[in-house]
């Protein structure tokens, strides 16, 4: 039997497009120039880990104003969260039942990670994944891939649609894509 092929899957503008506007809009702010900077630090701290949800929610809350529930505040930052990109799903269905493990490697909340599980129509096929809140720290830094790392070896393949995320894991040895489209993931027939 051969070897696993693993492949490494960013999450935003990967699998599911983002739409920050909508985010925005839902919480009263009509650009990212608009959001309090006190907001954009503490998401920060969310997305590695550093703060709680519900800490979180209640310093958005207060920095709005109280204008919004905790249920619309959390509603209205999952509206980041939009449709799968396209072709990204029938290809993961497709490879994956040629026996090649998904990994997502995601800067990304716990909050967010929910409404993946919940919402991305192949969550199930994703085996297992390296966050941005277990590492403490957000990509480009080595901490995100050295965890990677240790918990699934160098990936076969990763995606990415930042540049200086693929060039930091090219620094590591990885074959690192900087994703633009659905069919670059068809390099995976390559590797199966």
Known sequence: MGKTVTVALDIGNVCIALHPDQALRA???ASEEEVPREIVDSFCDLECGR???????????????????ETEIVNGWNRILGE?????PERIRKYAAKGVRFVYLSDISRLHLDQISRTFPCAHLISDGVFSFDAGARKPD???????ESRHGIPDLYFDDKPCNTAAARERGW????????DQLDRIGEFV
């Open 27 to 29: 919480l009263g702010l």
């Open 51 to 69: 703060m709680e949800e519900r800490e979180w929610i209640a310093l958005v809350r207060r920095v709005l104003g109280n204008r919004f529930s």
């Open 84 to 88: 799968p990109m396209p072709g990204v």
């Open 142 to 148: 080595s901490a995100m891939y050295a965890l990677f």
């Open 175 to 182: 074959n690192a894509i900087t994703f633009t489209h659905a």
